[in-house]
């Protein structure tokens, strides 16, 4: 069992950036794909960015070039950092873990509130 918890969400200004951060939990952290998704009101959970064990990273058209996600295997944790923030942003940000191209720990999630 993985339990993830996320950090860093909160209220920032269109432009401004925030990290967030995902500790988790087990010695097998270094095996997973990581990942974070996103939820805005009244929209589909989509995928923000993920970063597989070898550190190749994949990132939604909407966040190329703003968001970096990174991971440190010796503190079981992965980051993504968000510049240049916008409206569209504004969502509840989930850390997850899988492997084999499954998704299978999700964190309970942080607000992260961009506002205009």
Same mark, same amino acid.
């Given at each position: 069992?993985?339990?993830?918890v996320?950090?860093?969400g909160?209220?920032?200004?269109?432009g401004?950036?925030?990290?967030?951060?995902?500790l988790?939990?087990?010695?097998t952290?270094?095996?997973?794909?990581?990942?974070?998704?996103?939820?805005?009101?009244g929209?589909?959970? !989509?995928?923000? #960015?993920?970063?597989?064990?070898? +550190?190749?990273?994949?990132?939604?058209?909407s966040?190329? /070039?703003?968001? &970096?996600?990174?991971?440190?295997?010796?503190?079981?944790t992965?980051?993504?950092q968000?510049?240049s923030?916008?409206a !569209?942003?504004? #969502?509840?940000?989930y850390?997850? +873990?899988?492997?084999?191209?499954?998704?299978?720990?999700? /964190?309970?999630g &942080?607000?992260?509130?961009?506002?205009?």
């Open positions: 069992q993985v339990q993830l996320e950090s860093g909160g209220l920032v200004q269109s401004g950036s925030l990290r967030l951060s995902c988790a939990s087990g010695r952290f270094r095996i997973f794909t990581m990942g974070w998704y996103r939820q805005a009101p929209k589909q959970r !989509e995928l923000v #960015a993920t970063i597989s064990s070898g +550190a190749s990273t994949n990132y939604a058209d966040v190329k /070039g703003r968001f &970096t996600i990174s991971r440190d295997n010796a503190k079981n992965v980051y993504l968000m510049n923030l916008k !569209e942003d504004t #969502a509840v940000y850390c997850t +873990a899988g492997v084999g191209g499954l998704t299978t720990y999700w /964190g309970q &942080t607000q992260v509130t961009v506002s205009t």
